[in-house]
């Protein structure tokens, strides 16, 4: 599902062009949207898409970087007896 979007670019004071912008929805979103709009009749897919993408503009969820530390190999095999002991029971119905 391909979904257009037409955007106002202001060139100077008193002018305005506009330019067209499209965008793929993720496939596992396509059902979710469509059963939202359907909950909603009053909004549109593009005033939907508006509204999402003003709310992401002005409360942008920024990424903080995370501080590593290196495992002693001790620690790793810890973490792994302990992650295999925690879910035995679906890498058994993996196999």
């Not at 939907?48 to 920024?62: E, G, K, M, V």
């Amino acid at each position: 599902m391909c979904m257009g979007v037409s955007m106002l670019l202001k060139k100077g004071s008193a002018s305005h062009t506009t330019t067209n912008k499209s965008f793929r929805l993720d496939h596992m979103l396509v059902s979710s949207v469509e059963t939202w709009l359907e909950k909603n009749p009053g909004i549109n897919f593009s005033t939907l898409a508006n509204l999402a993408i003003r709310d992401f503009i002005t409360h942008p969820q920024i990424m903080e970087p995370v501080e590593t530390v290196a495992a002693t190999d001790k620690e790793i095999k810890g973490s792994i007896r302990i992650n295999l002991r925690k879910h035995r029971d679906a890498i058994d119905r993996l196999k």
